[in-house]
């Protein structure tokens, strides 16, 4: 039985105040995100890509429906078909996607590459669906359909190690931005169902943990676990409710490229199946936010909270002012929301307390005559008859390092 920690961090309980998502009966593990739920996605998107863009990624985005054939060139409908969705136009078997690598292998693919330009970054959050089982489905943590942070790194052997590196290092960079600490890496070998030759695979193996003991990082091997087209790296979090959930992922694959028939010129003036490197760092980003949310118990932090700030008034003849610095604060991309409903203060303290909301401005007759506010934190703490440009500049310092 849950106890009552587990209950109030529970991020589908935390929801009910916070009202982000829905999810309804005739779509089960199907996300409905609300307006407050996708400001949330969005910041962390935009927040993604500032990042991806000073490691050269280049953002796409591929088809949620793509044929048949193309999942069986890849190997995918024999290993996954009992995780893929499809559906029958025209005669043709057309599959939702699972994943994001075929798709864009055929962007590498639409102009001949050398050698010279190579590693070749593409990123996309990308819209996946695999057919989960009814019982495995949780909340946000466990879905049906989820975006992806999704990217795949087009290289030659001998940038392997430089490119799995600066995967490792971001990756940690980005999780260290959200205050996550307590990371966990497994390495998963060969499982039992594998493409391509064993020796091939018994080489990469080792010279993945030849790049994790180098650099001294800890992990856990993890025998027969890896993707059925190449060996893998995962990160595990470990959530406030002590739990872990993969979240990242690092896979290197020697086969995809060739079985899709990509490939670069390479010195010699011939053709050359590049390595393909997936990576994922949030992974599904309905589950990043599930463990986020119950993380911080609610309070999520000031950049990606809905809204940051609420303007209430102590009676309806400071409704105008409390108008006149609303409208300064929106001036500068604040998420602000006023209440000037007629209902008693501790009456809406309590609400927006509920809610989550970061800063509370009160503004009353001392106030509107000192041209100043007053703020309620989050941890009730009162800053009385202060600048509001010492508010919009706390905020703006809080938030410019991520969006």
């Known amino acids: 039985m849950e106890n009552n920690k587990n209950k109030y961090k529970n991020h589908q309980n935390i929801n009910k105040q916070l009202k982000l998502y829905y999810i309804c009966k005739e779509n089960p593990g199907m996300i409905f995100w609300n307006a407050n739920g996708l400001i949330i996605i969005n910041n962390i998107k935009k927040f993604l890509k500032k990042i991806f863009k000073k490691y050269n990624y280049i953002e796409v985005s591929t088809p949620i429906l793509m044929n048949k054939n193309i999942w069986t060139k890849?190997?995918?409908?024999?290993?996954?078909?009992?995780?893929?969705?499809?559906?029958?136009?025209?005669?043709?078997?057309?599959c939702i996607k699972p994943m994001n690598c075929p798709g864009h292998i055929?962007?590498?693919?639409?102009?001949?590459?050398?050698?010279?330009?190579?590693?070749?970054?593409?990123?996309e959050f990308g819209i996946c669906h695999r057919n989960?089982?009814?019982?495995?489905?949780?909340?946000?943590?466990?879905?049906?359909?989820?975006?992806?942070?999704?990217?795949?790194?087009?290289?030659?052997?001998?940038q392997i190690t430089k490119e799995i590196l600066n995967c490792i290092k971001l990756t940690f960079k980005i999780y260290n931005k959200f205050n996550f600490k307590n990371i966990k890496i497994h390495f998963s070998t060969r499982?039992?169902?594998?493409?391509?030759?064993?020796?091939?695979?018994?080489?990469?193996?080792?010279?993945?943990?030849?790049?994790?003991?180098?650099?001294?990082?800890?992990y856990s091997l993890k025998i027969g676990k890896g993707a059925f087209y190449g060996p893998k790296i995962e990160f595990i979090l470990k959530d406030s409710l002590n739990r872990k959930w993969q979240c990242g992922t690092i896979q290197l694959d020697l086969y995809l490229t060739k079985k899709l028939n990509a490939y670069y010129i390479n010195k010699n003036n011939k053709k050359k199946n590049p390595v393909l490197i997936h990576r994922a760092i949030l992974g599904s980003l309905e589950r990043f936010v599930g463990i986020l949310i119950e993380e911080y118990n609610g309070w999520i932090p000031l950049w990606l909270t809905p809204i940051q700030i609420v303007i209430i008034n102590i009676s309806e003849k400071y409704?105008?002012?409390?108008?006149?610095?609303?409208?300064?604060?929106?001036?500068?991309?604040?998420?602000?929301?006023?209440?000037?409903?007629?209902?008693?203060?501790?009456?809406?303290?309590?609400?927006?307390?509920?809610?989550?909301?970061?800063?509370?401005?009160?503004?009353?007759?001392?106030?509107?005559?000192?041209?100043?506010?007053?703020?309620?934190?989050?941890?009730?703490?009162?800053?009385?008859?202060?600048?509001?440009?010492?508010?919009?500049?706390?905020?703006?310092?809080?938030?410019k390092q991520y969006i």
């Not at 091939?200 to 030849?210: A, P």
């Not at 909301?357 to 008859?385: A, F």
């Open 74 to 94: 890849s190997g995918h409908w024999k290993n996954y078909k009992k995780s893929m969705f499809h559906t029958h136009i025209n005669k043709k078997t057309l």
């Open 106 to 123: 055929f962007i590498y693919k639409q102009k001949i590459t050398s050698y010279k330009r190579l590693p070749i970054k593409i990123s």
């Open 132 to 158: 989960e089982k009814s019982g495995s489905l949780y909340g946000l943590l466990r879905t049906r359909t989820f975006t992806q942070d999704d990217a795949h790194i087009f290289c030659t052997t001998s």
């Open 191 to 218: 499982p039992p169902k594998y493409i391509g030759n064993k020796k091939k695979w018994i080489k990469t193996e080792k010279k993945i943990i030849k790049i994790l003991k180098k650099n001294n990082i800890n």
């Open 319 to 399: 409704i105008k002012y409390c108008k006149k610095i609303f409208k300064k604060l929106k001036k500068h991309n604040i998420r602000i929301l006023s209440d000037f409903k007629n209902k008693k203060v501790n009456f809406k303290i309590r609400q927006y307390t509920l809610q989550k909301v970061p800063y509370m401005i009160l503004c009353g007759n001392k106030e509107m005559m000192t041209n100043t506010i007053n703020i309620r934190n989050t941890q009730k703490e009162t800053s009385k008859n202060v600048n509001i440009n010492y508010l919009i500049n706390k905020i703006k310092k809080k938030t």
